[in-house]
C-alpha cells in the first residue's frame, strides 16, 4: 500500500476502509475484519457513525497489530466547544479502545469549531491523537476559521471525484501543505461516473473496473481515497491499484470531467441546521 506524508511528518496509507453507515454491533466489526484480510490497513470512522467500537473489536481480532494500522476517527457536533470536546476525544478513545488515534477530524464545520479546535490540539501534544485534521471545509469556512488555529490541520476530508475536483479548495489548501481526503471517491455509486466512456476505455485499456480507475487517478492526484464497497471482490479491487500507471495525457482527460459541483454544500444553512440536530448521546 502507497503512503502520503502529512504535513506534520506522519506518514498514511493512501487508500482507506470507509465505514459510514455500516451498523454496530456486527456489520461494521465483519467489514472491517474482511478489510483487514483484503490489506486495508486505513480504517475511517467517525463518532457520528456510531460504529467505532466495533471498529476497535475487528481491530483487536485481526490479530494485527495496533501500530500497522491506521485509524482515523471525528468528532461529532455534538461534542464541540473545548471542555465537551475533550470528554468527545476520550470517549473515542474508548470506544474504539486504543490508547491513541491517528488521526482524528473535526466532523462538520459548526458551532463552537475553535474552541474544538483548541481541544484537539492539546490532544495531539499528548499523544492521544498523533495527527488532527477538518473536513467539509470549504474555501470561505476555512479563511473565517484558519486565522483562530495554531497548528495547521493534517487534512481536509471532502467530496472528490473525477465529477467533484475540489480545484479551487486545493489550491487554497496545497498553501499551507493540508492533503485532500476523499469521502464517495467513487460519486457514491454515480452511474455516470462509473460509466464515462473516458474512464471505461481507460479501464479496458489497463485490464480493470471503472472503481480502479477512479482510484488510482484520485491517488496520482495525491488525493487520500477512502472507497466504500459491501461486494468483497470489489473491497479487494479496490485496494489493487499499484500495479499499472495513468500517463500525464490520461490524468489529464480525466481532469476534464471536473463539473465543478458536488452533491453536498457545507455553507448552505439547512444543512447546517439539519446537522447542528444529530445528537449521537444524551
Ligand atoms: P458495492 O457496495 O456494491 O461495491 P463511494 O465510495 O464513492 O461512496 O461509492 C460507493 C458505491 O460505489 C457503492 O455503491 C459501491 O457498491 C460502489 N463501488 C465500490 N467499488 C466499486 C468499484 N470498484 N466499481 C464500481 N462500483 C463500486
Same mark, same amino acid.
Given at each position: 500500500?502507497?503512503?502520503?506524508?502529512?504535513?506534520?511528518?506522519?506518514?498514511?496509507?493512501?487508500?482507506?476502509?470507509?465505514?459510514?453507515?455500516?451498523?454496530?454491533?456486527?456489520? =461494521?466489526?465483519?467489514?472491517?475484519?474482511?478489510?483487514?484480510?483484503?490489506?486495508?490497513?486505513?480504517?475511517? =470512522?467517525?463518532?457520528?457513525?456510531?460504529?467505532?467500537?466495533?471498529?476497535?473489536?475487528?481491530?483487536?481480532?485481526?490479530?494485527?497489530?495496533?501500530?500497522?494500522?491506521?485509524?482515523?476517527?471525528?468528532?461529532?457536533?455534538?461534542?464541540?466547544?473545548?471542555?465537551?470536546?475533550?470528554?468527545?476525544?476520550?470517549?473515542?478513545?474508548?470506544?474504539?479502545?486504543?490508547?491513541?488515534?491517528?488521526?482524528?477530524?473535526?466532523?462538520?464545520?459548526?458551532?463552537?469549531?475553535?474552541?474544538?479546535?483548541?481541544?484537539?490540539?492539546?490532544?495531539?501534544?499528548?499523544?492521544?491523537?498523533?495527527?488532527?485534521?477538518?473536513?467539509?471545509?470549504?474555501?470561505?469556512?476555512?479563511?473565517?476559521?484558519?486565522?483562530?488555529?495554531?497548528?495547521?490541520?493534517?487534512?481536509?476530508?471532502?467530496?472528490?471525484?473525477?465529477? =467533484?475536483?475540489?480545484?479551487?479548495?486545493?489550491?487554497?489548501?496545497a498553501k499551507d501543505n493540508i492533503r485532500l481526503e476523499a469521502w464517495y471517491p467513487l460519486g457514491h455509486g454515480n452511474k455516470d461516473l462509473l460509466t464515462n466512456p473516458t474512464i471505461l476505455s481507460l479501464a479496458e485499456k489497463y485490464n480493470k473496473n471503472a472503481g480502479q480507475i477512479i482510484l488510482r487517478w484520485i491517488n496520482q492526484e495525491g488525493v487520500i481515497s477512502l472507497p466504500k464497497s459491501t461486494n468483497p471482490a470489489r473491497v479487494k479491487g479496490n485496494i489493487d491499484?499499484?500495479?499499472?500507471?495513468? =500517463?500525464?495525457?490520461?490524468?489529464?482527460?480525466?481532469?476534464?470531467?471536473?463539473?465543478?459541483?458536488?452533491?453536498?454544500?457545507?455553507?448552505?444553512?439547512?444543512?447546517?441546521?439539519?446537522?447542528?440536530?444529530?445528537?449521537?448521546?444524551?
Amino acid at each position: 500500500m502507497k503512503q502520503f506524508e502529512l504535513n506534520d511528518g506522519t506518514m498514511i496509507p493512501s487508500v482507506g476502509f470507509g465505514v459510514f453507515m455500516i451498523p454496530n454491533d456486527g456489520p =461494521t466489526y465483519d467489514a472491517v475484519l474482511e478489510a483487514l484480510k483484503a490489506g486495508y490497513r486505513h480504517i475511517d =470512522t467517525a463518532a457520528g457513525y456510531m460504529n467505532e467500537s466495533d471498529v476497535g473489536k475487528a481491530i483487536k481480532d485481526s490479530g494485527i497489530d495496533r501500530s500497522e494500522i491506521f485509524i482515523t476517527s471525528k468528532l461529532w457536533l455534538q461534542d464541540y466547544g473545548y471542555e465537551n470536546a475533550k470528554i468527545g476525544i476520550d470517549n473515542s478513545l474508548k470506544l474504539l479502545g486504543v490508547d491513541y488515534i491517528d488521526l482524528y477530524l473535526l466532523h462538520q464545520p459548526y458551532g463552537d469549531y475553535l474552541g474544538a479546535w483548541k481541544a484537539l490540539e492539546e490532544a495531539k501534544e499528548e499523544g492521544k491523537l498523533k495527527s488532527i485534521g477538518i473536513s467539509n471545509i470549504t474555501v470561505n469556512l476555512w479563511r473565517k476559521f484558519k486565522d483562530g488555529m495554531h497548528v495547521m490541520p493534517s487534512v481536509n476530508q471532502v467530496e472528490f471525484n473525477p465529477f =467533484t475536483q475540489q480545484k479551487e479548495l486545493r489550491n487554497e489548501m496545497a498553501k499551507d501543505n493540508i492533503r485532500l481526503e476523499a469521502w464517495y471517491p467513487l460519486g457514491h455509486g454515480n452511474k455516470d461516473l462509473l460509466t464515462n466512456p473516458t474512464i471505461l476505455s481507460l479501464a479496458e485499456k489497463y485490464n480493470k473496473n471503472a472503481g480502479q480507475i477512479i482510484l488510482r487517478w484520485i491517488n496520482q492526484e495525491g488525493v487520500i481515497s477512502l472507497p466504500k464497497s459491501t461486494n468483497p471482490a470489489r473491497v479487494k479491487g479496490n485496494i489493487d491499484i499499484f500495479d499499472f500507471e495513468l =500517463t500525464d495525457e490520461e490524468m489529464n482527460a480525466i481532469r476534464a470531467l471536473d463539473t465543478g459541483k458536488g452533491t453536498h454544500n457545507p455553507e448552505d444553512p439547512a444543512n447546517e441546521t439539519r446537522l447542528m440536530g444529530l445528537k449521537i448521546h444524551d
